[in-house]
């Protein structure tokens, strides 16, 4: 099954297609760039999303984040990933506790 998705994120349009043999993997996949971006904290609309990278001690290996930030409260929801493939949106954390610096 193939699925786009198109939605406005900040100025910008995403346009993705997800190509999955299961229909309920796509679907799901697809779920994730369709939940609303309003913060868990303070109930604003004013989202923007946008990336961290951390770099690991022990393999040097660097990892993306990517986040939602509430532009009215400074809360962050982070992107996370399953272990079986597909990505969800992890609680909202209140600004300066969600994540340690790069």
């Known amino acids: ?13 995403l346009d993705i297609e997800i190509d999955e043999r299961s229909d309920k993997e796509g679907l799901a996949k697809a779920l994730f760039f369709t939940e609303a971006d309003s913060c868990g904290l303070c109930g604003e609309s004013r989202i ?36 079986t493939g597909g990505m969800f949106w992890k609680r909202w954390t209140p600004a300066g506790r969600g994540r340690k610096a790069d």
């Open 1 to 13: 099954m193939k699925i786009r998705v198109i939605r406005p994120i900040g100025a910008c349009r």
């Open 48 to 83: 923007a999303w946008t990336q961290h990278k951390a770099k690991a001690e022990k393999d040097h290996q660097t990892y993306t984040y990517i986040v939602r930030v509430c532009l009215s409260c400074q809360a962050e929801s982070a992107a996370g990933d399953y272990q």
